[in-house]
T-cell receptor, first 114, second 115 residues
Framework: GNSVTQMEGPVTLSEEAFLTINCTYT??????LFWYVQYPGEGLQLLLK?????DKGSNKGFEATYRKETTSFHLEKGSVQVSDSAVYFC?????????????FGTGTSLTVIP | DVKVTQSSRYLVKRTGEKVFLECVQD?????MFWYRQDPGLGLRLIYF???????EKGDIPEGYSVSREKKERFSLILESASTNQTSMYLC??????????????FGAGTRLSVL
């Protein structure tokens, strides 16, 4: 089947610290991988995506590389800011499925303190 | 910018009531989705629709139904609300096929409490 596992939170970092949020997946075929972010009081919005192995998605200083050999899509940022405080969701989509084609992780809450 | 609007941010209902959650998108998207978001469980798909009057069950359709009479509007219906349906409900939309290849745009969510 298809599933996404991401690291438990909450994560608390000081401003300018390095961020890693781990995400691994299980899927048949060739899924696409996504990171969505949910700021307080808002819906989810796409942060970055990768559609095939070895692709790197990047946006707003965040990066994630689609690693098929380790079935991972870890989110990284070199220097976090207070404004990055949010909940981050790893997700996969799989067009080989009938019915539901999207699977989300449980979310990781990040708080950045000045 | 794509806008997905959910009619209520907060709702409080009583057990047994019929509840309607409304969602409207303004980008002529073909696909629309209803999720519920619960702590420790992430987002779980309830129903989705890829065209007017078309609907598909997601992973947790029990206790819910949906209606898509117009392209821009997708309604989630709780026929007889129960306390275990207390949750955050998120609507999303996307453009085109295959569904899996396209970015979903989310509304701000409706927090429903069933007492």
């Amino acid at each position: 089947g298809n599933s996404v596992t991401q690291m438990e939170g909450p994560v608390t970092l000081s401003e300018e610290a390095f961020l890693t949020i781990n995400c691994t997946y299980t899927a048949t075929g060739y899924p696409s991988l996504f990171w969505y972010v949910q700021y307080p009081g808002e819906g989810l919005q796409l942060l970055l995506k990768a559609t095939k192995a070895d692709d790197k998605g990047s946006n707003k200083g965040f990066e994630a590389t689609y690693r098929k050999e380790t079935t991972s899509f870890h989110l990284e940022k070199g220097s976090v800011q207070v404004s990055d405080s949010a909940v981050y969701f790893c997700a996969l989509s799989n067009s080989a499925n009938t019915g539901n084609q999207f699977y989300f992780g449980t979310g990781t809450s990040l708080t950045v303190i000045p | 910018d794509v806008k997905v609007t959910q009619s209520s941010r907060y709702l409080v209902k009583r057990t047994g009531e019929k509840v309607f959650l409304e969602c409207v998108q303004d980008m002529d998207h073909e696909n629309m989705f209803w999720y519920r978001q619960d702590p420790g469980l992430g987002l779980r798909l309830i129903y989705f629709s890829y065209d007017v009057k078309m609907k598909e069950k997601g992973d947790i359709p029990e206790g819910y139904s949906v209606s898509r009479e117009k392209k821009e509007r997708f309604s989630l219906i709780l026929e007889s609300a129960s306390t275990n349906q207390t949750s955050m409900y998120l609507c999303a939309s996307s453009h085109g096929q295959p569904i899996a290849k396209n970015i979903q745009y989310f509304g701000a969510g409706t927090r429903l409490s069933v007492l």
